[in-house]
């Protein structure tokens, strides 16, 4: 026998949602069933994140491996890493696991994320938030291959500067200087697509996006000369050079949004901030008079008014 208290799930659900007819208690219970089921979607990558964790360590060790080999510095015919505790090894282990497992998992917690927004939005909204995600994915994607190349070729280089030389690292905190990197790139070539959503919501015009390309150029070069771990000129120069071509992309997309939509045509588009408007042309519409209002006769006191 099934419970009459049991909360059915289907297509009317989502209709409530998307027609605010939800409550809150109710909201609150979508969320944590979209929360449950997208952790149960991590929790199941983490066993193959658990098999591909080895497999992703040899991958991010093939920079460090390579500075042991040309500086003849294998041991047994192996770059060795130092770990400073016992349980460091499996530690770092279970930490790649679950970054695989937020990447196999993706499209679940996506898709969870996506059914619990998705009523709220409007259907052209929902059409641009694809397009944005299809776009964010291999910009992401970019940077990360980017941080991973600029990591490698800056190793050497790093070691070199400091006292000790090229010599064996500490395991968790050379993944941590490579992973960061990676993820710290992949983050940065998503600051156009945030300046385009900016665009498209009406917040910020293209033609204002374009007077900003010289700040834009200079915090480009600022922040890949701080971040670049290569002290070298060409890395930092292709890492802002990368940079300053996605905004100037961005710009030109913001531009044509604008001339699709008819930005900059208004009323008041030609004038400054500072300036009023001509209202010599302004001629008002005649008013007609209302209908007349008869007044109401005043009502008369019963005995029983005066308390």
């Known amino acids: 026998m099934k419970n009459p208290l049991a909360r059915r799930r289907g297509p009317t659900e989502f209709q409530r949602a998307a027609d605010g007819s939800m409550t809150l208690i109710e909201h609150i219970r979508e969320l944590r069933d979209r929360l449950f089921k997208a952790s149960l979607a991590v929790a199941a990558g983490l066993v193959l994140g658990w098999i591909m964790s080895r497999w992703a360590f040899e991958q991010l060790e093939v920079p460090y491996c390579e500075l042991m080999t040309k500086e003849h510095l294998l041991i047994n015919d192996r770059c060795q890493f130092l770990q400073m505790g016992a349980a460091d090894g499996l530690m770092l282990r279970m930490k790649l696991a679950l970054w695989l497992a937020l990447i196999v998992a993706a499209p679940v917690w996506l898709y969870q994320l996506w059914a619990f927004i998705a009523p709220g939005l409007h259907r052209h909204e929902r059409k641009w938030a694809y397009t944005f995600t299809a776009i964010a994915a291999p910009l992401f994607g970019l940077g ?53 959503m900016l665009n498209f919501a009406g917040v910020v015009s293209g033609k204002k996006m374009l007077g900003w390309w010289r700040v834009a150029v200079f915090i480009s070069f600022a922040f890949a000369a ?82």
């Open 226 to 307: 701080v971040t670049t771990p290569d002290p070298g000129p060409f890395g930092m120069t292709v890492f802002a050079l990368c940079l300053s071509l996605l905004y100037f992309i961005a710009v030109g997309v913001a531009l044509l949004n604008d001339k699709r939509k008819g930005r900059g045509k208004e009323i008041y588009a030609g004038l400054d901030d500072d300036e009023t408007s001509s209202i010599d042309d302004y001629q008002p519409e005649p008013v007609e008079a209302g209908a007349r209002v008869e007044p109401i006769a005043p009502l008369e006191r019963r005995y029983d008014d005066m308390t």
């Open 144 to 196: 990360v291959t980017l941080g991973f190349i600029m990591a490698s070729n800056g190793l050497e280089v790093l070691m070199d500067l400091g006292v000790l030389g090229a010599t064996m690292l500490e395991v968790t905190k050379y993944v941590s200087f490579m992973t960061g990197m990676m993820l710290l790139f992949g983050v940065s070539f998503e600051f156009p697509l945030l300046l385009l």
